[in-house]
């Protein structure tokens, strides 16, 4: 990889869950604090497209109209063999490329900054060494069980505390350096 980089922006529950173990984000979106800048705009305003896995991808699918105003890939091997839904149609691709095939695939189309989002696929990018940096937000909850985001991560990876900051809500945002 050369110029293109995998940023991350993501939240959790406080023990480390991205969604329950059925999938569902419905406390992520009860802690929703409509008026509450949490920094997505700033952050989304200098990437070129969304790398996501395809539980994230039915997660946001179901949760009405699309909100994605970039241009995003899904990597699924099921989802790769059929057509992308109509209503979605020039905004989603799905593809069945392993992570550095679809970041050189990018590369090659000029993208510079990738957005990487979905628990599996954070975890399969940061073991290549493709993300640069990291934004997690602590939601305040304890589910006890669900899909966490780091899961069994094979290495050591050492990451730069950036700066965090907390918000009336109760949030609590840290921002990395990746720097394996």
Same mark, same amino acid.
């Given at each position: ?13 406080? !023990?480390?869950? /991205? ?11 009860? =802690?929703?604090?409509?008026?509450? !800048? =949490?920094?997505? !705009?700033? %952050?989304?305003? !200098? $990437?070129?497209?969304? +790398?996501? #896995?395809?539980?994230? %991808?039915?997660?946001?699918? #179901?949760?009405?109209?699309? %909100?994605?105003?970039?241009? +995003?890939? +899904?990597? *699924?091997? *099921? ?9 979605? &149609? ?13 970041? &050189?695939?990018? @590369? ?9 989002? #979905? ?7 940061? *073991? ?7 934004? $997690?937000?602590? $939601? ?11 899961? #069994? $991560? ?6 730069? =505390? /950036? ?11 840290? *921002?990395?350096? +990746? @720097?394996?």
């Amino acid at each position: 990889m050369g110029l293109i980089t995998g940023h991350v922006f993501i939240a959790t529950s406080l !023990d480390g869950f /991205i969604a329950r173990e059925n999938g569902e984000i419905d406390w992520l979106l009860q =802690h929703d604090q409509a008026g509450e !800048d =949490h920094g997505y !705009d700033e %952050f989304i305003k !200098d $990437i070129d497209t969304i +790398v996501m #896995g395809r539980g994230t %991808f039915e997660a946001v699918q #179901g949760m009405g109209e699309w %909100f994605y105003n970039r241009p +995003v890939v +899904v990597l *699924s091997s *099921s989802l790769s063999l059929q057509a992308v839904p109509e209503h979605l &149609a020039g905004k989603v691709r799905f593809s069945d490329k392993s992570p550095s095939e679809v970041m &050189a695939m990018l @590369e090659e189309e000029g993208i510079k900054r990738v957005y990487v989002d #979905g628990g599996k696929v954070i975890q399969s990018f940061l *073991s290549l060494n493709m993300i640069k940096d990291m934004v $997690i937000t602590r $939601i305040p909850i304890l589910l006890g069980a669900g899909r966490p985001l780091f899961g #069994g $991560i094979q290495r050591d990876i050492p990451l730069g =505390h /950036i700066s965090t900051r907390s918000f009336p809500s109760g949030l609590v945002q840290s *921002s990395y350096r +990746v @720097e394996a």
